[in-house]
C-alpha cells in the first residue's frame, strides 16, 4: 500500500503541475510541496494561484511554492507560460500535466478547438514541446499526463475536433482523456527512439469527491455515484499521479492509478492500458495533428 509517506524527500526538484488550485492538482502539489520540492501552481488565474499557495503554505512545507499562469484553452497562454519559466528556471524535474475540464456546455478554445480536447490535450501538448529541452537537459525529469477510467470509451474523432458535426460532453471528455493516454505513450515511444534521458508516464485516479464533475445535473451525478460507487477524497486520488511521479519502480511509458474496484478507488498500481490507447496509427496522426495545430514539435 503506497503513500505519500514513501515517497521520500523531494528536496532539490523543481515541478510543474497545471490545475494545482483544486482537487487532484491542489493534492498533488501539496504533497510535493511538503515534501521538499519547489513547486510551481500553473492555474488559469494568478487570483487561482496565489489563493492556492496560501492555503498550502498553511500547512508549512519543506518545499517553495510559486504562482504561475496558465490558460491552457489559450496557446498563447501556453506560450507565454513556457517562455516565462524558461527565462527564471535552469532545470525542470517534473512535469505533471493534470488540469482539465470535463463535460462542460459546449465551448471553444482561443483556435476553435472543442474545449475539452483542446485544454486537456492540445494545451499539453504544446506546454510539453515548449518546456522539453528543459526537461531534458535536467537529470532524472519525468512527464506526468493524467488521464481518467473515461478514455476506455473514447475514440478519436478527427472529423469533429472542432465540435464540427455535433458534440455530446461525456463523449468528447472520453475522446481527450484517450488523447491524453495516447500522447504519454507516444511519447515515451519517441523519447526511448531519441535516447532521450527524461521520461513519459501517465496517471489516472480514479473516482474522486472533486469539483471537476461540477458541471453534471444533480441527478447524472447520483446516477454515476451509484455505478461507481463511492467516491475517494482526492488526497488518495492523487497519489496515482504522485507514485507515477517519483517511484523509482514505475514502467516508462506505463499508466498508474488506483489497484481495486477497476480502477475507481485503492492505492497506486500499474494499470494494462486498453488498444484503443497502444494504436500506433492514431497515435501518429494524432500527433501530426498536434503539433500543425500548436506549431510545436517533440521528438
Known amino acids: 500500500m503506497w503513500t505519500k509517506d514513501n515517497m521520500g524527500d ?19 502539489a501539496l504533497a510535493l510541496y511538503e515534501a521538499g520540492a519547489h513547486v510551481i501552481l500553473a492555474c488559469r488565474s494568478l487570483k487561482n494561484a496565489v489563493s492556492a ?19 491552457l484553452s489559450s496557446l498563447a497562454s501556453v506560450k507565454q507560460f513556457a517562455e516565462a ?14 488540469a482539465g475540464v470535463m463535460i462542460p456546455p459546449a465551448s471553444k478554445t482561443a483556435e476553435g478547438y472543442e474545449l475539452q480536447f483542446g485544454v486537456n490535450f492540445l494545451g499539453h501538448f504544446a506546454l510539453t514541446g ?29 472529423d469533429n475536433l472542432k465540435s464540427e458535426n455535433s458534440y455530446d460532453p461525456m463523449r468528447e471528455y472520453a475522446q481527450s482523456k484517450l488523447a491524453d493516454l495516447l500522447f504519454s505513450v507516444e511519447l515515451q515511444r519517441r523519447l ?13 485516479p480514479g473516482a474522486n469527491q472533486t469539483a471537476l464533475a461540477r458541471h453534471m445535473n444533480p441527478d447524472a451525478f447520483e446516477a454515476a455515484v451509484q455505478r ?4 475517494m477524497e482526492p488526497s ?21 492509478g488506483p489497484d481495486q474496484d477497476g480502477g475507481y478507488r485503492g492505492f497506486p498500481a500499474e494499470a494494462t492500458i486498453t488498444p484503443n490507447a497502444l494504436d500506433a496509427g492514431v497515435a501518429k496522426k494524432l500527433w501530426s495533428l498536434a503539433e500543425q495545430a500548436t506549431g510545436v514539435q517533440l521528438p
Open 236 to 256: 488518495q486520488g492523487a497519489l496515482s499521479t504522485l507514485y507515477a511521479a517519483v517511484s523509482p519502480d514505475i514502467t516508462k511509458g506505463g499508466l498508474y
Open 53 to 71: 499557495l496560501s492555503q498550502m503554505e498553511e500547512q508549512k512545507g519543506k518545499g517553495s511554492l510559486e504562482p504561475g499562469v496558465l490558460d
Open 130 to 158: 515548449y518546456l522539453y529541452p528543459l526537461l531534458n537537459a535536467t537529470p532524472g525529469s519525468r512527464i506526468v499526463t493524467v488521464s481518467s477510467l473515461a478514455y476506455l470509451s473514447g475514440i478519436i474523432d478527427f
Open 85 to 98: 519559466f524558461i527565462q527564471q528556471h535552469r532545470r525542470l524535474h517534473l512535469l505533471i500535466n493534470n
Open 228 to 231: 461507481v460507487g463511492k467516491l
Open 10 to 28: 523531494q528536496t532539490g526538484k523543481t515541478v510543474i503541475v497545471t490545475g494545482a488550485n483544486a482537487g487532484i492538482g491542489f493534492e498533488t
Open 192 to 204: 526511448s527512439a531519441a535516447k532521450a534521458q527524461t521520461i513519459s508516464v501517465a496517471a489516472q
